[in-house]
Each structure stands twice: as C-alpha cells, then as structure tokens.
T-cell receptor, first 113, second 114 residues
Framework: EAGVTQSPTHLIKTRGQQATLRCSPI?????VYWYQQALGLGLQFLLW???????NRGNFPPRFSGRQFPNYSSELNVNALELEDSALYLC????????????FGPGTRLLVL | RKEVEQDPGPFNVPEGATVAFNCTYS??????FFWYRQDCRKEPKLLMS???SGNEDGRFTAQLNRASQYISLLIRDSKLSDSATYLC???????????????FGKGTMLLVSP
C-alpha cells in the first residue's frame, strides 16, 4: 500500500515569491495535516484538513494557507516567502479523527534565499 | 510555559543499556499521547501509543503519569538501530471547545554506541 507522498522533494525560492507544496494521503484517509519543521524548533502544527474543510490551524500568519481537494489530496501555499520559512514541510494523513495515528510523508525541503 | 517539553539530549548510551526519556505536558485536559521516532533527515514514524495503564512492545515500554503530567518511554537492551530522535505527541480536547489540538515535543536525541 502506498504511503503518504509529497512533491516536490526540494524547492528553492527567493524572498517574496510564493511556494506550493503538494500532498497525497494514504488511500482511505480523509484527514491531512501540515507541519513545519525548522532547525531548532521541532515540529510545528500548521493546518488540519478533513473532508475538504479546514478543521484547525496552528499559530502561523495568514500567508500560510492551503486546501484539500475532493480526492483528499492537499496543497499548502506559502505567500510572500521570508527567509525564516526555510524548513522541512511535512504532511501527514489519518482516518479523520485527530486521535488516529498519523502517517507522515517524506517532506518537502523548502529553501528561501 | 511550553506546552510539551522534552530534554533534547543527546543521550549517549552503549549497546545493551537501558535508557528512559520523559515528556512533560502542561495541560491537564490532554487526552491522548504517542511516541514517534524520527531518523535523521527522515519523516516521523509512530513508535507506540501511550495508554493510561501503560503499554509494552518488545523492548519498549511507555507509561503515562497523569498526576505529574508526564509520559515516559523506556528502551531496554538498546541497539545501534535505536539511534534516532524520539518525539512525544500530546493531543488535547479542551472541554466545550469543540476542537482538538495536537502538539509535538521537540524531541530527545538518542545515540547508541558500540
């Protein structure tokens, strides 16, 4: 069974640009979660989507946004990129309840120059 | 005050040693707890859930102490392959809030040497 997939694996942008990251959950999972893992800061919760709707949001500015498509895949958009947005962005999926086990994708490494 | 705290380590132990990590949480409304393992430059993977009665999976034992608000992970007979960062996860659902939050600790690094 295929796991969570993310694309691209690496992304290089410059300040002020926009980045789009993509995630495909495990088949049958309806929830997708996005996390930012920056050096020294640990995993920071960004967004949770379930059944196409945003269920919860972490303490990030509005320029971090996303959506979930009818096939449960998801996009994370980061506008007006800043240097400190450089991080590993991890996507996870689960069966739809926050207390279900989350399975992580390999992540997208975003570098903002 | 940080919501979920872990000693970052690294914990350096020889093969065969027993090692334990704790993870403290600040919100007594926390309901569910997990331990994840993250290898260098890899994604986190679930190691085990933490049940109120404690649970054991082979060499790994997880326990919950609600009174003192911490969870623990004990690894017996450490193997070289146990070297990784161990992340605790706390899920809380504040009463009448209608939402749940999930918080990862920053992780504890374990290095097992020959």
């Amino acid at each position: 069974e295929a796991g969570v997939t993310q694309s691209p694996t690496h992304l290089i942008k410059t300040r002020g640009q926009q980045a789009t990251l993509r995630c495909s959950p495990i088949s049958g999972h309806t929830s997708v979660y996005w996390y930012q893992q920056a050096l020294g800061l640990g995993l920071q919760f960004l967004l949770w989507y379930d059944e196409g709707e945003e269920r919860n949001r972490g303490n990030f500015p509005p320029r971090f946004s996303g959506r979930q498509f009818p096939n449960y895949s998801s996009e994370l958009n980061v506008n007006a990129l800043e240097l400190e947005d450089s991080a590993l962005y991890l996507c996870a999926s689960s069966f739809g309840h926050l207390q279900e086990t989350q399975y992580f994708g390999p992540g997208t490494r975003l570098l903002v120059l | 005050r940080k919501e979920v705290e872990q000693d970052p380590g690294p914990f350096n132990v020889p093969e065969g040693a027993t090692v334990a990590f704790n993870c403290t949480y600040s919100n007594s409304a926390s309901q569910s707890f997990f331990w994840y393992r993250q290898d260098c430059r890899k994604e986190p993977k679930l190691l085990m859930s933490v049940y109120s009665s404690g649970n054991e999976d082979g060499r790994f034992t997880a326990q919950l102490n609600r009174a003192s608000q911490y969870i623990s992970l004990l690894i017996r007979d450490s193997k070289l392959s146990d070297s990784a960062t161990y992340l605790c996860v706390v899920i809380e659902s504040p009463m009448n809030s209608g939402y749940s939050t999930l918080t990862f600790g920053k992780g504890t690094m374990l290095l097992v040497s020959p």
